[in-house]
Nanobody
């Protein structure tokens, strides 16, 4: 299954934005993660949701971002609230699997174009 992120844009500090991840086929039982890559930085996983709907967040976005899934629409959304300049990045979504260390890792080499989120002050 291939996943494509959309919904990015320009948002002011403290504002909100919703990103959408659409799958090429059913997302039932597939864990999905939202990743981001800021200029000059490594791509990082910011949120993931298990096939059963359990969310996981990195500390930097916990309490501000909400990941949710709509399997009927083959979609996983990322609601971004109270954004700040550190959230500026290209956002991607991808399948995730659990690695040997118990952490989520990308489950596919396909990343798509991603969607740019720019937070302005």
């Amino acid at each position: 299954v291939q996943l494509q992120a959309s919904g990015g844009g320009l948002v002011q500090v403290g504002g909100s934005l919703t990103l959408s991840c659409e799958a090429s086929e059913s997302t039932n039982s597939i864990a999905v993660g939202w990743f981001r890559q800021a200029p000059g930085k490594e791509r990082e996983l910011v949120a993931a949701i298990s096939g059963g709907g359990t969310p996981t967040y990195i500390r930097a976005v916990r309490g501000r971002f909400t990941i949710s899934r709509e399997d009927a629409k083959n979609t996983v959304n990322l609601q971004m609230d109270d954004v700040d300049s550190e959230d500026t990045a290209v956002y991607f979504c991808n399948k995730v699997t659990v690695g040997w260390n118990g952490a989520y890792q990308p489950g596919s080499d396909y990343w798509g174009q991603g969607t740019q989120v720019t937070v302005s002050s």
